[in-house]
């Protein structure tokens, strides 16, 4: 029993740990978008911190439709993360079918970015208030 517990062992310390090839970070938007700004930042740390490289693919369309099916569709083994945006939020309660569920299949990682949003108009049109 005791031989038998110290093969199972070892092999147990011989698997390689999370990453053992590069992650790719999808992004539903085109290079030089602020969500692309803001994955290659993250790429780049996240690497560091990872020992792994971290490479940004940019696949614009449909207001990230494309990109979030497509790691939706990818295997599920932790190396094609998607930049989720407001977009996916818009996307699902438009009351379209898409090929897929944003809440059910995917699961969130983390917050990277908040971003404050203001609208504003001319002057002269005399609005002070959405309504």
Not at 40 to 66: M, Y
């Amino acid at each position: 029993m005791v031989t038998l517990g110290l093969v199972c062992a070892a092999s147990a310390w011989g698997q390689t740990g999370f990453p053992t090839k590069p992650i790719k970070l999808v992004v539903g938007f085109p290079s030089g978008s602020s969500a692309d700004v803001t994955a290659r930042i993250l790429a780049r740390k996240l690497g560091d911190t990872l020992g792994q490289a971290v490479v940004v693919e940019n696949k614009p369309g449909a207001s990230s439709n494309i990109a979030t099916e497509g790691v939706v569709r990818a295997p599920a083994d932790g190396y094609t993360l998607l930049l989720g945006s407001v977009a996916n939020t818009i996307n699902a309660g438009m009351g379209k079918a898409l090929p897929f569920s944003f809440a059910n299949d995917l699961a969130p990682i983390t917050l990277v970015t908040s971003l404050p949003n203001i609208l504003v108009v001319h002057p002269s049109l005399g609005v002070n208030t959405v309504q």
